[in-house]
């Protein structure tokens, strides 16, 4: 496989709340889709973790420009996330950057990311982010642990892109048949569930398993690029 080229930094205003950085992976010039990917970070860790920078890269390998961000507490290094109203407010200043950039022009645009990142994703295309082509989450945190009534499902109904569950079988934030459930309940057309059997919240699966786990989020990406493909 191709591997993506170090990532472009960029500087992302959000309102008179203060700047980010970002990071735009460039996508392969073979095979180039066309499509922008921005990915939202999880709760627990920025941008630059591990999980975040290897579905960038890859996702940039596969022909997809892919851009991720820090949300404004991860830029200062505080533990915590933002309220609701940041954090969304922080999603749409990258979304409108990415709209921005000279170099993208013309892309379509995907929304998504990592447990809290695409939950927020989702958040901003149900309250009119604009034209959204699809959606991608990587572990939906459909509701707290060990807390299945609170769910957070309320606004996908209004989520009018495809939208792609990435889901762990062993995902206590949400196992697959919880996502299968709310997606009969609230009528969601156009979605797919993916399940990693095996898997937890960040798509981990246990050495009993028999497969490496970088080789599981190779073959995830894929999936995540063959989806793409046939939806956009």
Known sequence: MTVAAEPEKLSVTVGDLGNVTALLYYAAKRGRAGTTIILGHGAGANQMSKFMRLFAAGLAA???????????????????????????????????????????????????????????????????????AALV?????????????????????????????????????????????VVKKRKLRGTTIHIIEGGDHSLAVPKSAGVPQDQLYEKIMDFIASWLQEQI
């Open 62 to 132: 596969r022909g997809f420009d892919t851009m991720t961000f820090n949300f404004l507490y991860s830029e200062r290094g505080r533990g915590g996330p933002d309220p609701k109203a940041k954090l969304e407010s922080c999603w749409m200043a990258v979304i409108e950057a990415a709209r921005q950039q000279r170099t993208l022009k013309g892309n379509r645009l995907v929304l998504g990311g990592k447990s809290m990142g695409g939950r927020i994703a989702s958040q901003v295309a149900a309250a009119g982010a604009g034209d959204i």
């Open 137 to 181: 989450f990587l572990g939906y945190p459909l509701h707290p642990p060990g807390n299945p009534e609170k769910l957070r499902d309320e606004h996908l109904p209004d989520v009018k892109a495809p939208m792609l569950f990435i889901q762990g079988s062993r995902d206590a934030f949400g196992t697959p048949e919880e996502i299968s459930s």
